[in-house]
């Protein structure tokens, strides 16, 4: 006897996903859908704006991401007028950028995905001074006496018996999926903590390059803040101009970013982890992967200087790295047969980005409903296929990509923690190794950072100030149709904006973003999306009331559904009206 366990909403802060699992007697996933429950507009209301303008609303498509869609659509504007851009704006957005990673990435780990681990409860039964040579056993970690973990420890006891969990509210505390000792416990709570403090002091780089945090400000043909190298001027986190100030402000971030990395962030990893190596063999998903490539070192036009490459891995072969070419009509294209939107030319029929429609039809029940329709549009995310193949992106596709490149700090960095872990390369296909595969890559780039930075400031001291490209910032200079594409890695994946230009204005504008490629539902074929793939791989519920197990996979994915979904009226009616004076 099947029965059909409904997750909704699934993720802790974008409540925008459902999942509905189905269960064999036996507790086992043997089928799994993944629904968007909020549908998207931004293209819509991008169509007729001045392409200039775009990444200001393109990057309220999400809040979590902050930056990354405001890069991928100054990106598409350049990439469509060939509009290249200075030295030191290439430096500056790689350090935005870098500084989303790793910021994006303890954010998850600690605050969205953690306590899918950590039994914050079991944390009382912690001996302070255990925890504290536990600590001290993985890492130089400053914060680590009994002491210390015995405030924590009565801070969370306040919480627990005034019942009053606050920000550990809501979890499947005392589950006996939960297999982390008490001292474990409590240093992950302690370091949950502290990472909410230090979240808070990370973001000044994105304050210093633009202006604020989150969405900063970006600008096609380069670089919003000036640089100046006058004593006087204005600089810093409140200021105008990017000064040596403001720079000193930023090498001192790096190096708060790597030492919570290499102290805190990999050892704690490295500590739950080996706690559930049972992970490391299910939650495999569709065992292709794919990324787009990032963090150029002479501009995106050469792919050889990108620190991340661009390809496509099929079954798990990491001889063998196809090439992907995002303006190709015949690699990527997004399906709708099991979504809410259809398509002048009929549902079973896919479209490349350039000639993308955004037409919805909803036709599933109408909320509240027990479950969904799963043999006819159950989402309103599409299906993105890659030459017909469906395609995971994320941490994972990128550690692989890179390993499988050669690119010898992920090497290095992936056969520490597999012998640490007694585990082959072969484990990173699974839950755990996604989870595992986004702290690797935290190093990689928090440790490339310097390199940027050294490179911004040689190039300040040699002379060279220029930010911004003028060459091409008037309308009259473009040509009357242009068509390009702006892509990068997300923290989350391969995320791609596809504009068309006609007379200056946007004619047609689609993004196409990591959590589609992961969460969309099924296609035409009947082929399901990652998250669908990755839930029938092993996964048995304890208890389907609290399907810990249905968290524990798709969070490793990291959802942000926002990117992917936006809120309309059913009956088309104005929500909200906001005058601005």
Same mark, same amino acid.
């Given at each position: 006897?099947?029965?059909?366990?409904?997750?909704?909403?699934?993720?802790?802060?974008?409540?925008?996903?459902?999942?509905?699992?189905?269960?064999?007697?036996?507790?086992?996933?043997?089928?799994?859908?993944? &629904?968007?429950?909020?549908?998207?507009?931004?293209?819509?209301?991008?169509?007729?704006?001045?392409?200039?303008?775009?990444?200001?609303?393109?990057?309220?498509?999400?809040?979590?991401?902050?930056?990354?869609?405001?890069?991928? #659509?100054?990106?598409?504007?350049?990439?469509?007028?060939?509009?290249?851009?200075?030295?030191?704006?290439?430096?500056?957005?790689?350090?935005?950028?870098?500084?989303?990673?790793?910021?994006?990435?303890?954010?998850?780990?600690?605050? /969205?995905?953690?306590?899918?681990?950590?039994?914050?409860? #079991?944390?009382?039964?912690?001996?302070?001074?255990?925890?504290?040579?536990?600590?001290?056993?993985? #890492?130089? %970690?400053?914060?680590?006496?009994?002491?210390?973990?015995?405030?924590?420890?009565?801070?969370?006891?306040?919480?627990?018996?005034?019942?009053?969990?606050?920000?550990?509210?809501?979890?499947?505390?005392?589950?006996?999926?939960?297999?982390?000792?008490?001292?474990?416990?409590?240093?992950?709570?302690?370091?949950?903590?502290?990472?909410?403090?230090?979240?808070?002091?990370?973001?000044?780089?994105?304050?210093?390059?633009?202006?604020?945090?989150?969405?900063?400000?970006?600008?096609?043909?380069?670089?919003?803040?000036?640089?100046?190298?006058?004593?006087?001027?204005?600089?810093?986190?409140?200021?105008?101009?990017?000064?040596?100030?403001?720079?000193?402000?930023?090498?001192?971030?790096?190096?708060?970013?790597?030492?919570?990395?290499?102290?805190?962030?990999?050892?704690?990893?490295?500590?739950?982890?080996?706690?559930?190596?049972?992970?490391?063999?299910?939650?495999?998903?569709?065992?292709?992967?794919?990324?787009?490539?990032?963090?150029?070192?002479?501009?995106?036009?050469?792919? &050889?200087?990108?620190? $991340?490459?661009?390809?496509?891995?099929?079954?798990?072969?990491?001889?063998?790295?196809?090439?992907?070419?995002?303006?190709?009509?015949?690699?990527?294209?997004?399906?709708?047969?099991?979504?809410?939107?259809?398509?002048?030319?009929?549902?079973?029929?896919?479209?490349?980005?350039?000639?993308?429609?955004?037409?919805?039809?909803?036709?599933?029940?109408?909320?509240?409903?027990?479950?969904?329709?799963?043999?006819?549009?159950?989402?309103?995310?599409?299906?993105?296929?890659?030459?017909?193949?469906?395609?995971?992106?994320?941490?994972?596709?990128?550690?692989?990509?890179?390993?499988?490149?050669?690119?010898?700090?992920?090497?290095?960095?992936?056969?520490?923690?597999?012998?640490? /872990?007694?585990?082959?390369?072969?484990?990173?296909?699974?839950?755990?190794?996604?989870?595992?595969?986004?702290?690797?890559?935290?190093?990689?780039?928090?440790?490339?950072?310097?390199?940027?930075?050294?490179?911004?400031?040689?190039?300040?001291?040699?002379?060279?100030?220029?930010?911004?490209?003028?060459?091409?910032?008037?309308?009259?200079? %473009?040509?009357?149709?242009?068509?390009?594409?702006?892509?990068?890695?997300?923290?989350?994946?391969? /995320?791609?904006?596809?504009?068309?230009?006609?007379?200056?204005? $946007?004619?047609?504008?689609?993004?196409?973003?990591? &959590?589609?490629?992961?969460?969309?539902?099924?296609?035409?074929?009947?082929?399901?999306?990652?998250?669908?793939?990755?839930?029938?791989?092993?996964?048995?519920?304890?208890?389907?009331?609290?399907?810990?197990?249905?968290?524990?996979?798709?969070?490793?994915?990291?959802?942000?559904?926002?990117?992917?979904?936006?809120?309309?009226?059913?009956?088309?009616?104005?929500?909200?009206?906001?005058?601005?004076?």
């Amino acid at each position: 006897m099947t029965q059909r366990v409904v997750v909704d909403p699934i993720t802790r802060i974008e409540g925008h996903l459902r999942i509905e699992a189905e269960t064999a007697a036996d507790g086992s996933i043997t089928s799994a859908y993944s &629904s968007g429950t909020m549908v998207r507009g931004i293209e819509l209301i991008l169509q007729g704006r001045d392409p200039r303008e775009a990444w200001a609303f393109a990057q309220r498509i999400c809040g979590v991401c902050t930056l990354v869609h405001g890069v991928a #659509s100054v990106r598409a504007v350049e990439n469509a007028l060939n509009y290249p851009i200075p030295p030191n704006a290439q430096l500056i957005r790689n350090l935005m950028i870098a500084a989303q990673y790793v910021h994006d990435h303890v954010m998850h780990f600690y605050h /969205l995905h953690a306590l899918d681990w950590v039994d914050v409860v #079991s944390a009382l039964k912690a001996d302070p001074a255990a925890t504290s040579a536990l600590a001290q056993s993985i #890492s130089k %970690w400053p914060k680590s006496s009994p002491g210390y973990f015995a405030d924590v420890q009565k801070k969370v006891k306040t919480f627990v018996q005034g019942g009053q969990l606050g920000i550990f509210a809501n979890g499947f505390w005392g589950n006996p999926g939960y297999k982390l000792p008490p001292e474990a416990n409590l240093m992950a709570v302690a370091h949950y903590l502290e990472a909410l403090q230090w979240q808070r002091e990370v973001v000044q780089i994105h304050t210093i390059f633009g202006g604020k945090n989150p969405h900063p400000n970006f600008l096609v043909g380069g670089s919003p803040s000036p640089i100046s190298v006058n004593p006087g001027d204005s600089g810093g986190v409140s200021g105008t101009a990017l000064n040596m100030t403001g720079l000193g402000q930023i090498k001192a971030t790096i190096a708060k970013m790597q030492e919570f990395v290499d102290q805190v962030y990999v050892p704690d990893t490295l500590a739950i982890a080996s706690y559930y190596k049972d992970w490391f063999a299910r939650g495999e998903g569709v065992g292709n992967f794919m990324t787009f490539g990032d963090f150029p070192a002479d501009g995106m036009g050469d792919p &050889s200087t990108w620190l $991340i490459p661009s390809g496509a891995i099929l079954n798990r072969d990491l001889s063998t790295i196809h090439p992907v070419n995002l303006t190709d009509p015949t690699e990527v294209q997004e399906f709708v047969s099991h979504s809410w939107y259809d398509y002048a030319a009929g549902k079973n029929g896919g479209l490349h980005p350039y000639d993308g429609e955004t037409k919805l039809n909803y036709t599933g029940p109408k909320p509240p409903y027990a479950q969904l329709d799963v043999e006819q549009s159950y989402s309103w995310l599409k299906s993105p296929r890659w030459k017909g193949n469906v395609m995971e992106v994320g941490p994972l596709a990128r550690i692989l990509m890179l390993h499988a490149k050669g690119h010898e700090p992920t090497m290095e960095l992936a056969a520490m923690a597999l012998k640490t /872990l007694d585990l082959p390369l072969t484990a990173m296909f699974s839950t755990m190794g996604r989870t595992a595969a986004r702290t690797l890559e935290s190093k990689i780039i928090a440790d490339q950072m310097p390199t940027w930075y050294d490179n911004l400031v040689a190039n300040i001291k040699a002379g060279d100030l220029a930010v911004h490209n003028e060459a091409k910032w008037d309308p009259a200079t %473009w040509p009357a149709e242009a068509r390009g594409v702006g892509f990068m890695e997300a923290p989350r994946g391969a /995320l791609a904006h596809w504009i068309v230009i006609k007379n200056g204005k $946007i004619e047609n504008y689609q993004a196409v973003v990591p &959590s589609t490629w992961n969460a969309g539902p099924r296609d035409q074929n009947g082929k399901p999306g990652p998250y669908e793939a990755a839930l029938m791989d092993r996964h048995t519920l304890f208890d389907p009331k609290q399907p810990l197990e249905i968290q524990r996979t798709i969070h490793s994915f990291d959802p942000c559904i926002a990117c992917a979904v936006h809120v309309v009226d059913p009956d088309g009616a104005e929500l909200t009206q906001i005058t601005v004076n």
